[in-house]
Protein backbone atom coordinates (compact mmCIF):
# COMPACT_ATOMS: atom_id res chain seq x y z
CA UNK A 1 0.00 0.00 0.00
CA UNK A 2 1.46 3.67 -0.86
CA UNK A 3 1.19 5.98 1.66
CA UNK A 4 2.24 10.08 1.89
CA UNK A 5 3.28 12.33 4.75
CA UNK A 6 3.63 15.72 4.83
CA UNK A 7 5.95 17.44 6.59
CA UNK A 8 5.08 21.14 7.57
CA UNK A 9 7.77 22.32 9.37
CA UNK A 10 7.22 25.38 7.70
CA UNK A 11 3.31 25.18 7.69
CA UNK A 12 0.98 24.40 4.31
CA UNK A 13 -1.10 26.23 2.17
CA UNK A 14 -2.88 24.21 -1.30
CA UNK A 15 -0.48 25.57 -3.08
CA UNK A 16 2.55 24.29 -1.66
CA UNK A 17 0.00 20.89 -0.66
CA UNK A 18 0.11 20.71 -5.07
CA UNK A 19 4.03 21.62 -5.08
CA UNK A 20 4.81 18.92 -3.45
CA UNK A 21 2.90 16.32 -5.03
CA UNK A 22 4.35 17.41 -8.37
CA UNK A 23 8.03 17.49 -6.84
CA UNK A 24 7.45 14.13 -5.75
CA UNK A 25 6.26 12.52 -9.16
CA UNK A 26 3.09 13.85 -10.47
CA UNK A 27 3.23 15.51 -13.85
CA UNK A 28 1.87 19.14 -14.29
CA UNK A 29 0.60 17.84 -17.81
CA UNK A 30 -1.61 14.82 -15.37
CA UNK A 31 -2.69 17.40 -13.22
CA UNK A 32 -3.60 19.75 -15.80
CA UNK A 33 -5.44 17.34 -17.78
CA UNK A 34 -7.34 15.92 -14.69
CA UNK A 35 -8.29 19.48 -13.61
CA UNK A 36 -9.69 19.78 -17.03
CA UNK A 37 -12.70 18.14 -16.36
CA UNK A 38 -13.34 20.56 -14.36
CA UNK A 39 -14.99 22.32 -17.28
CA UNK A 40 -13.34 25.47 -16.06
CA UNK A 41 -10.08 26.01 -18.09
CA UNK A 42 -11.12 29.47 -19.44
CA UNK A 43 -10.96 30.85 -15.68
CA UNK A 44 -7.60 29.53 -14.47
CA UNK A 45 -3.96 28.35 -15.58
CA UNK A 46 -1.89 26.63 -13.58
CA UNK A 47 1.95 26.63 -13.63
CA UNK A 48 4.37 25.31 -11.71
CA UNK A 49 8.55 25.75 -11.31
CA UNK A 50 11.22 24.83 -9.85
CA UNK A 51 12.57 26.95 -7.09
CA UNK A 52 15.36 27.34 -4.62
CA UNK A 53 14.46 28.21 -0.71
CA UNK A 54 17.19 29.23 1.37
CA UNK A 55 19.82 26.66 -0.60
CA UNK A 56 16.96 23.93 -1.30
CA UNK A 57 15.32 23.07 -4.39
CA UNK A 58 11.66 22.45 -4.41
CA UNK A 59 8.43 23.29 -6.97
CA UNK A 60 6.43 26.27 -6.79
CA UNK A 61 2.81 25.91 -8.17
CA UNK A 62 0.90 29.53 -9.28
CA UNK A 63 -2.79 29.95 -10.08
CA UNK A 64 -3.49 32.27 -12.40
CA UNK A 65 -6.94 33.27 -12.53
CA UNK A 66 -8.55 34.57 -16.30
CA UNK A 67 -12.43 35.16 -15.08
CA UNK A 68 -14.00 38.06 -13.59
CA UNK A 69 -17.36 38.02 -12.89
CA UNK A 70 -19.49 41.20 -15.25
CA UNK A 71 -20.97 42.93 -12.17
CA UNK A 72 -17.53 42.47 -10.06
CA UNK A 73 -16.58 46.25 -10.01
CA UNK A 74 -13.58 45.48 -7.35
CA UNK A 75 -11.88 43.41 -10.07
CA UNK A 76 -11.73 40.04 -7.89
CA UNK A 77 -11.98 37.06 -9.73
CA UNK A 78 -15.17 35.03 -9.85
CA UNK A 79 -15.76 33.59 -7.03
CA UNK A 80 -19.01 30.93 -6.73
CA UNK A 81 -21.50 30.41 -4.06
CA UNK A 82 -22.13 26.86 -2.22
CA UNK A 83 -24.77 25.89 -4.37
CA UNK A 84 -22.86 26.99 -7.66
CA UNK A 85 -19.83 25.21 -6.35
CA UNK A 86 -21.93 22.11 -5.75
CA UNK A 87 -23.50 22.84 -9.63
CA UNK A 88 -20.06 23.22 -11.14
CA UNK A 89 -18.76 19.66 -9.27
CA UNK A 90 -21.80 17.79 -10.38
CA UNK A 91 -22.12 18.91 -14.17
CA UNK A 92 -18.11 17.93 -14.29
CA UNK A 93 -16.56 14.93 -15.75
CA UNK A 94 -15.02 14.06 -12.29
CA UNK A 95 -15.05 11.00 -11.05
CA UNK A 96 -18.10 10.79 -8.40
CA UNK A 97 -15.47 9.96 -5.26
CA UNK A 98 -14.02 13.26 -6.10
CA UNK A 99 -16.68 14.89 -6.72
CA UNK A 100 -18.37 14.18 -3.57
CA UNK A 101 -15.32 14.63 -1.34
CA UNK A 102 -14.73 18.39 -2.82
CA UNK A 103 -18.48 19.03 -2.26
CA UNK A 104 -17.88 17.60 1.41
CA UNK A 105 -14.73 19.88 1.78
CA UNK A 106 -16.62 23.27 0.39
CA UNK A 107 -19.70 22.29 2.18
CA UNK A 108 -17.50 22.45 5.79
CA UNK A 109 -15.50 25.55 4.45
CA UNK A 110 -19.00 27.32 4.28
CA UNK A 111 -20.12 25.77 7.22
CA UNK A 112 -17.13 26.88 9.10
CA UNK A 113 -17.47 30.66 7.77
CA UNK A 114 -20.48 31.00 8.56
CA UNK A 115 -20.47 30.44 12.39
CA UNK A 116 -16.99 32.86 12.39
CA UNK A 117 -19.19 35.90 10.56
CA UNK A 118 -22.58 34.66 12.68
CA UNK A 119 -24.69 34.18 9.25
CA UNK A 120 -26.85 31.33 7.82
CA UNK A 121 -24.69 29.34 5.26
CA UNK A 122 -26.53 30.63 2.42
CA UNK A 123 -25.48 34.36 3.28
CA UNK A 124 -21.45 33.46 3.31
CA UNK A 125 -19.78 35.77 0.96
CA UNK A 126 -18.74 33.83 -1.99
CA UNK A 127 -15.05 35.39 -1.97
CA UNK A 128 -14.47 33.72 1.11
CA UNK A 129 -15.85 30.04 -0.10
CA UNK A 130 -15.82 29.97 -4.18
CA UNK A 131 -12.82 31.76 -5.39
CA UNK A 132 -11.46 29.47 -7.80
CA UNK A 133 -7.56 29.20 -6.51
CA UNK A 134 -9.26 27.68 -3.39
CA UNK A 135 -11.67 25.28 -5.48
CA UNK A 136 -8.47 24.08 -7.97
CA UNK A 137 -6.22 23.66 -4.88
CA UNK A 138 -8.82 21.24 -3.42
CA UNK A 139 -9.65 19.11 -6.40
CA UNK A 140 -6.14 19.27 -7.68
CA UNK A 141 -4.82 17.61 -4.45
CA UNK A 142 -7.51 14.95 -4.36
CA UNK A 143 -6.73 14.61 -8.04
CA UNK A 144 -2.98 14.86 -7.37
CA UNK A 145 -3.21 12.17 -4.39
CA UNK A 146 -5.26 9.88 -6.97
CA UNK A 147 -3.09 9.87 -9.59
CA UNK A 148 -0.32 8.93 -7.43
CA UNK A 149 -2.05 6.02 -6.04
CA UNK A 150 -1.78 7.20 -2.38
CA UNK A 151 -3.62 5.20 -0.12
CA UNK A 152 -3.22 6.85 3.50
CA UNK A 153 -1.94 10.26 4.29
CA UNK A 154 -0.21 11.17 7.34
CA UNK A 155 0.58 14.18 8.41
CA UNK A 156 2.69 15.82 11.41
CA UNK A 157 1.37 18.29 13.79
CA UNK A 158 0.82 21.85 12.78
CA UNK A 159 3.27 24.96 13.77
CA UNK A 160 0.72 27.67 14.52
CA UNK A 161 2.58 30.91 14.10
CA UNK A 162 1.34 34.50 15.89
CA UNK A 163 0.73 38.01 14.45
CA UNK A 164 -1.80 39.32 11.88
CA UNK A 165 -2.69 39.25 8.12
CA UNK A 166 -5.30 41.32 6.12
CA UNK A 167 -8.37 39.07 5.08
CA UNK A 168 -10.97 39.46 2.84
CA UNK A 169 -13.15 41.86 5.86
CA UNK A 170 -10.50 43.00 7.87
CA UNK A 171 -7.29 42.48 9.61
CA UNK A 172 -7.36 39.51 11.84
CA UNK A 173 -5.12 37.78 14.06
CA UNK A 174 -2.89 34.56 13.15
CA UNK A 175 -3.87 31.77 12.43
CA UNK A 176 -7.14 33.16 10.70
CA UNK A 177 -10.42 32.36 12.26
CA UNK A 178 -11.04 29.75 9.81
CA UNK A 179 -7.82 28.00 10.09
CA UNK A 180 -8.37 27.28 13.77
CA UNK A 181 -11.99 25.62 13.24
CA UNK A 182 -10.14 23.41 10.62
CA UNK A 183 -7.92 22.59 13.08
CA UNK A 184 -9.82 21.10 16.27
CA UNK A 185 -9.04 18.18 16.92
CA UNK A 186 -5.43 18.17 15.25
CA UNK A 187 -2.11 17.91 16.99
CA UNK A 188 -0.64 21.91 17.32
CA UNK A 189 2.88 23.31 18.07
CA UNK A 190 3.07 27.29 18.40
CA UNK A 191 6.38 28.71 17.11
CA UNK A 192 7.83 32.15 16.46
CA UNK A 193 7.49 33.26 13.57
CA UNK A 194 4.98 36.09 12.88
CA UNK A 195 3.73 34.84 9.07
CA UNK A 196 0.71 32.94 8.01
CA UNK A 197 2.09 29.49 8.34
CA UNK A 198 -1.07 27.30 7.62
CA UNK A 199 -3.52 28.93 5.73
CA UNK A 200 -7.02 28.05 5.72
CA UNK A 201 -6.93 26.57 2.35
CA UNK A 202 -4.08 24.48 3.72
CA UNK A 203 -5.68 23.28 7.29
CA UNK A 204 -9.30 22.09 4.99
CA UNK A 205 -7.16 19.93 2.99
CA UNK A 206 -4.85 18.12 5.32
CA UNK A 207 -7.57 17.89 8.48
CA UNK A 208 -9.79 16.29 5.52
CA UNK A 209 -7.35 13.84 3.69
CA UNK A 210 -4.90 12.61 6.65
CA UNK A 211 -5.76 9.92 8.71
CA UNK A 212 -3.96 10.93 11.30
CA UNK A 213 -1.17 13.80 12.51
CA UNK A 214 2.08 12.64 14.24
CA UNK A 215 5.32 11.12 13.54
CA UNK A 216 6.83 9.92 10.73
CA UNK A 217 4.45 6.11 9.99
CA UNK A 218 6.32 3.08 9.71
CA UNK A 219 7.19 3.11 5.68
CA UNK A 220 9.56 1.69 2.81
CA UNK A 221 10.37 5.66 1.41
CA UNK A 222 10.07 5.48 -2.41
CA UNK A 223 9.45 9.06 -3.09
CA UNK A 224 10.68 12.80 -1.62
CA UNK A 225 8.87 15.82 -2.32
CA UNK A 226 9.32 19.91 -1.40
CA UNK A 227 6.86 22.53 -2.27
CA UNK A 228 7.77 25.81 -2.09
CA UNK A 229 5.63 28.49 -0.02
CA UNK A 230 4.94 31.79 -2.27
CA UNK A 231 6.91 33.92 1.31
CA UNK A 232 10.45 33.90 2.20
CA UNK A 233 10.74 33.28 6.16
CA UNK A 234 13.52 32.35 8.12
CA UNK A 235 13.44 28.80 8.10
CA UNK A 236 13.15 27.08 4.07
CA UNK A 237 9.68 27.96 3.63
CA UNK A 238 9.13 24.30 2.28
CA UNK A 239 6.76 21.78 2.64
CA UNK A 240 8.37 18.02 2.36
CA UNK A 241 6.01 15.20 1.76
CA UNK A 242 7.47 11.37 1.90
CA UNK A 243 5.72 9.20 -0.40
CA UNK A 244 6.48 5.45 0.93
CA UNK A 245 5.16 1.61 0.36
CA UNK A 246 3.73 -0.36 3.85
CA UNK A 247 2.32 -3.33 3.87
CA UNK A 248 -1.62 -3.56 3.44
CA UNK A 249 -3.14 -4.06 6.40
CA UNK A 250 -0.91 -1.71 8.70
CA UNK A 251 -2.34 1.06 10.45
CA UNK A 252 -1.00 3.53 12.79
CA UNK A 253 -2.80 2.92 16.30
CA UNK A 254 -1.86 4.65 20.21
CA UNK A 255 -2.04 2.77 23.20
CA UNK A 256 -2.89 4.55 26.21
CA UNK A 257 -2.17 3.09 29.95
CA UNK A 258 -2.92 4.07 33.11
CA UNK A 259 -2.35 2.17 36.62
CA UNK A 260 -5.24 2.10 38.88
CA UNK A 261 -4.96 1.03 42.69
CA UNK A 262 -8.20 2.60 43.92
CA UNK A 263 -11.20 1.71 41.75
CA UNK A 264 -13.84 -0.79 41.99
CA UNK A 265 -14.76 -3.50 39.71
CA UNK A 266 -18.17 -2.19 38.68
CA UNK A 267 -15.92 1.48 37.89
CA UNK A 268 -13.68 -0.23 35.90
CA UNK A 269 -16.67 -2.10 33.94
CA UNK A 270 -18.40 1.05 33.58
CA UNK A 271 -15.00 3.10 32.36
CA UNK A 272 -14.62 -0.27 29.92
CA UNK A 273 -18.34 0.94 28.41
CA UNK A 274 -17.61 4.23 27.64
CA UNK A 275 -14.17 4.00 26.17
CA UNK A 276 -15.76 1.08 23.67
CA UNK A 277 -18.51 4.24 23.03
CA UNK A 278 -16.02 6.64 22.23
CA UNK A 279 -13.92 4.63 19.75
CA UNK A 280 -11.84 2.56 21.45
CA UNK A 281 -10.56 -0.28 19.39
CA UNK A 282 -9.82 -2.53 22.66
CA UNK A 283 -9.97 -1.72 26.13
CA UNK A 284 -8.59 -4.54 28.63
CA UNK A 285 -7.34 -5.00 32.26
CA UNK A 286 -4.28 -6.44 33.21
CA UNK A 287 -3.01 -7.01 37.34
CA UNK A 288 -0.38 -5.50 38.45
CA UNK A 289 1.89 -5.32 41.52
CA UNK A 290 2.98 -1.50 42.57
CA UNK A 291 5.31 0.13 44.93
CA UNK A 292 4.92 -0.96 48.63
CA UNK A 293 3.16 -3.83 47.19
CA UNK A 294 0.38 -2.36 46.31
CA UNK A 295 -1.77 -4.79 44.28
CA UNK A 296 -3.15 -3.03 41.07
CA UNK A 297 -4.52 -3.55 37.79
CA UNK A 298 -3.48 -1.48 34.35
CA UNK A 299 -5.81 0.09 32.54
CA UNK A 300 -5.06 -0.19 28.81
CA UNK A 301 -6.68 1.31 25.51
CA UNK A 302 -5.83 0.50 22.29
CA UNK A 303 -7.18 3.56 19.66
CA UNK A 304 -7.13 5.61 16.31
CA UNK A 305 -4.97 8.79 16.55
CA UNK A 306 -7.60 10.83 16.06
CA UNK A 307 -9.88 9.54 18.92
CA UNK A 308 -6.89 9.77 21.28
CA UNK A 309 -8.12 12.95 23.43
CA UNK A 310 -11.55 12.28 23.81
CA UNK A 311 -10.41 8.85 25.22
CA UNK A 312 -7.87 10.28 27.32
CA UNK A 313 -10.05 12.88 29.06
CA UNK A 314 -12.56 10.17 29.55
CA UNK A 315 -9.77 8.03 31.66
CA UNK A 316 -8.76 11.74 33.85
CA UNK A 317 -13.06 12.16 34.48
CA UNK A 318 -14.25 8.69 35.08
CA UNK A 319 -10.91 7.73 37.01
CA UNK A 320 -8.73 8.49 39.77
CA UNK A 321 -5.23 8.41 37.60
CA UNK A 322 -3.64 11.46 37.50
CA UNK A 323 -1.09 10.49 34.48
CA UNK A 324 -2.05 8.54 31.18
CA UNK A 325 0.94 6.99 29.42
CA UNK A 326 0.82 7.20 25.50
CA UNK A 327 1.94 5.33 22.84
CA UNK A 328 2.18 5.66 19.34
CA UNK A 329 2.41 2.17 17.45
CA UNK A 330 2.21 0.23 13.93
CA UNK A 331 -0.93 -2.60 14.21
CA UNK A 332 -0.69 -5.45 11.38
CA UNK A 333 -4.00 -6.59 10.25
CA UNK A 334 -5.42 -9.24 8.19
CA UNK A 335 -7.64 -8.27 5.07
CA UNK A 336 -11.26 -9.96 5.87
CA UNK A 337 -15.06 -9.91 4.71
CA UNK A 338 -17.41 -10.58 6.33
CA UNK A 339 -19.43 -13.77 5.11
CA UNK A 340 -23.29 -15.10 6.06
CA UNK A 341 -23.10 -19.25 5.60
CA UNK A 342 -26.48 -21.01 6.42
CA UNK A 343 -26.84 -23.39 9.06
CA UNK A 344 -29.29 -25.78 10.24
CA UNK A 345 -29.77 -22.84 12.97
CA UNK A 346 -30.37 -20.05 10.59
CA UNK A 347 -28.19 -17.80 8.85
CA UNK A 348 -24.50 -16.62 10.78
CA UNK A 349 -22.45 -14.56 9.73
CA UNK A 350 -18.67 -15.65 9.77
CA UNK A 351 -15.56 -13.26 9.98
CA UNK A 352 -12.85 -14.31 6.83
CA UNK A 353 -9.51 -13.33 7.28
CA UNK A 354 -6.97 -13.95 4.40
CA UNK A 355 -3.57 -15.56 4.85
CA UNK A 356 -0.47 -14.95 3.08
CA UNK A 357 -0.46 -17.93 0.72
CA UNK A 358 -3.94 -18.15 -0.11
CA UNK A 359 -5.27 -19.76 2.45
CA UNK A 360 -8.12 -17.69 5.23
CA UNK A 361 -9.19 -18.82 8.48
CA UNK A 362 -12.92 -18.32 9.80
CA UNK A 363 -14.54 -17.28 12.81
CA UNK A 364 -18.22 -16.74 13.38
CA UNK A 365 -19.75 -13.70 15.38
CA UNK A 366 -20.79 -14.70 18.87
CA UNK A 367 -23.49 -12.48 18.77
CA UNK A 368 -25.37 -14.45 15.89
CA UNK A 369 -24.03 -18.42 17.33
CA UNK A 370 -25.50 -17.00 21.21
CA UNK A 371 -29.09 -16.10 19.29
CA UNK A 372 -29.21 -19.31 17.33
CA UNK A 373 -27.77 -21.55 20.25
CA UNK A 374 -30.83 -19.98 22.02
CA UNK A 375 -33.62 -20.44 20.51
CA UNK A 376 -33.18 -23.66 19.29
CA UNK A 377 -31.39 -25.13 22.42
CA UNK A 378 -28.36 -26.06 21.55
CA UNK A 379 -25.09 -25.50 23.29
CA UNK A 380 -23.35 -22.74 21.69
CA UNK A 381 -20.56 -24.80 20.42
CA UNK A 382 -22.61 -27.10 18.32
CA UNK A 383 -23.26 -23.96 16.23
CA UNK A 384 -19.99 -22.74 16.30
CA UNK A 385 -19.31 -25.43 14.65
CA UNK A 386 -21.89 -25.70 11.93
CA UNK A 387 -20.93 -22.68 11.23
CA UNK A 388 -17.28 -23.37 10.63
CA UNK A 389 -17.63 -26.82 8.92
CA UNK A 390 -19.61 -24.40 5.93
CA UNK A 391 -16.25 -23.62 3.23
CA UNK A 392 -16.61 -21.27 0.24
Known amino acids: MKIAYFDCMAGASG ?11 LLLDTLRQRLSLLGLDEEFELNGKKVSKNGFAATKVEIITNARHPLDKND ?29 MFQRLA ?5 IHGQP ?3 VDSHETGG ?83 SIPLMTLIGLGYGASARDLPIPALLRLLIGETSKGMEQIVLLETNLDDNSAEINGYVM ?11 FFTPIQMKKNRLATMLSVICRPADTELLVAILFRETSTLGVRRQFMEMLSLEWTNEIVETPYGPIQVKV ?40
Do not use: W
Request: charged share 20%; glycine share 8%.
Open 15 to 25: EMILGALLDAG
Open 353 to 392: ARLPGGTSKRAPEYEDCKKAAEIHSVPLRTVYAAALSIQD
Open 121 to 123: VEQ
Open 132 to 214: IDTLVNVVGVLLGLEALGIEQVYSSPLPLARGFVTGAHEQTQLPAPATMAFLKGVPVQGCDIDHELITPTGALILSTVCQSFG
Open 111 to 115: EVEAE
Open 76 to 104: HAYSRSLTELETVLRKSRLPILIQDKAIG
Open 273 to 283: EKLFASGALDV
